[in-house]
């Protein structure tokens, strides 16, 4: 089987979200025309990821006591329901193009404050996953987004034929916590959407997660100058001969469609032979790891979110 992920690397037209829904309609159309099977978008697609000041860039930023507070609530009337207009005509769309989308948006919930979220449709156009972002950046602008508690994973069918699909956001793949819960859930395609530079460390970040854990990832990242660089790991770090380059396409910084393609039949075989992933752990010794306590050199005293 083979699986074609389309990446649409793109720049946004700020939080206007008609203008970016039309946008994003317009390149799915392309990638599906393209042969794609899934597509992806960056993070938080509607408002293209706009925070309500430039200020949540500024490295002193203090979320806690943001200077303009009129600004973030505003910002936060523009999150979304899953059946709201948005939504509904991605599903549409899906149904229309026989593909699966990967849709992105700041999320509404309920009483508490909105998410940083992934759903994804099928090819009949039904909502089949919504993941909400889990390490949200609460040292910036998403310190107002309530967290995900859950990672997610789903047995997807495509016009091809069905694939285990995970999901991250972002700087959820900076823990590798979360692709390792993916894997051991089953993932074999991780779908990452991204905000952020994508330079050399993060990149060889991306390229360890899929190595460790024997799962294709691809993350798509908006385009314009310092972002760009989409990209797409197959899993595989070796075959008969030998060790071999997992990279499957990597942009540049400019607009486009950039397709994955991801053979199925080569990972699956992969991963049933191969030594990573679940094979040899030994999670008796990890207790460590799921410790809520926060010692120095981490502790950050303007965070009073750590105080859990």
Known sequence: MKLKIALLQLEPNKNDQLANTVKADSYCRQAAKEGADIVLLPEMWNIGYTPYHNEVNDYDYNPCNPKYPELLEKWKRQSISTDS?????????????????????????????????????????????????????????EY????????????????????????????????????????LKGAEIVLVPNACELEINRLSQIRTRAFENMVGIAVCNYAGKGLGHSVAFDGIAFDENGCRDMKIIE???????????????????????ETWG??????????????????????????????I
Request: glycine share 4%; with cysteine; hydrophobic share 35%.
């Open 85 to 141: 207009d948005y939504i509904k005509h991605f599903c549409y769309l899906a149904k229309e193009l026989n593909i699966a989308i990967g849709i992105t948006y700041l999320e509404t919930y309920g009483n508490q404050n909105p998410r940083n979220t992934l759903s994804i449709i099928d090819h009949n156009g039904n909502i089949v996953m919504t993941y909400a972002k889990v390490h949200t950046c609460d040292f910036s602008l």
């Open 144 to 183: 107002h987004c309530t967290s995900g508690d859950e990672f997610k994973v789903i047995d997807l069918e495509t016009s091809k034929g069905r694939v285990k699909i995970g999901a991250m956001i972002c700087y959820d793949r900076e823990f590798p916590e979360s692709a390792r819960v993916l894997m």
């Open 251 to 273: 942009a540049d910084e400019n607009e486009g469609i950039y397709m994955a393609d991801f053979n199925l039949e080569s990972l699956r075989d992969y991963r049933k032979r």
């Open 278 to 307: 679940n094979a040899y752990r030994k999670p008796n010794t990890y207790k460590e790891i799921v410790s809520t306590d926060v010692k120095a050199p981490f502790i950050r005293n303007n965070k009073d979110w750590l105080d």
